[in-house]
């Protein structure tokens, strides 16, 4: 068995799944991206008088799509410490790896206790965002 969860706190998932689901004693979170809980605005991106994206700031992405995933970690039980395995997809690996690297480094400044990561770059993604997030937690049993 197991246990959709949703979260106000993050935002709205752009097809009909949930923003996580427990099984067991692990947490497995769908795709998270930057967009913000509010109004769907993606954080840093810049477009022109006719709506096209004309420039983002991969900086601002990478902190917002890690406090969504924060508030998804913690509408199911579970904290930052809990993640275990990280896979990142950056539609422009060889402009943003270095910056999203950095930001990486400020929430797990220790690699002994960072999860695990892969990191793919991609063509595309659902919405104009850059980076997207999907994540697996191990969640402590409740005795």
């Given at each position: 068995m197991s246990d959709a969860i949703q979260t106000a706190k993050a935002p709205r998932a752009v097809g009909a799944y949930p923003h996580a689901r427990r099984v067991g004693d692990l947490l497995?979170?769908?795709?998270?991206?930057?967009?913000?809980?509010?109004?769907?605005?993606?954080?840093?991106?810049?477009?022109?008088?006719?709506g096209k994206l004309v420039s983002y700031?991969?900086?601002?992405?990478?902190?917002?799509?890690?406090?969504?995933?924060?508030?998804?970690?913690?509408?199911?039980?579970?904290?930052?410490?809990?993640?275990?395995?990280?896979?990142?997809?950056l539609t422009d690996m060889a402009r943003d790896f270095r910056a999203y690297n950095a930001v990486w480094a400020e929430y797990f400044?220790?690699?002994?206790?960072?999860?695990?990561?892969?990191?793919?770059?991609?063509?595309?993604l659902p919405t104009p965002i850059a980076i997207e997030l999907k994540c697996v937690a191990a969640l402590r049993s409740v005795v």
């Open positions: 497995f979170l769908s795709g998270i991206g930057p967009r913000a809980a509010a109004d769907d605005r993606i954080p840093g991106n810049v477009h022109d008088a006719d700031d991969i900086v601002a992405q990478c902190h917002s799509v890690f406090a969504n995933v924060r508030a998804v970690l913690e509408a199911s039980g579970a904290g930052w410490d809990d993640l275990v395995d990280v896979t990142v997809y400044p220790d690699p002994a206790k960072a999860p695990f990561r892969t990191t793919l770059g991609i063509t595309a």
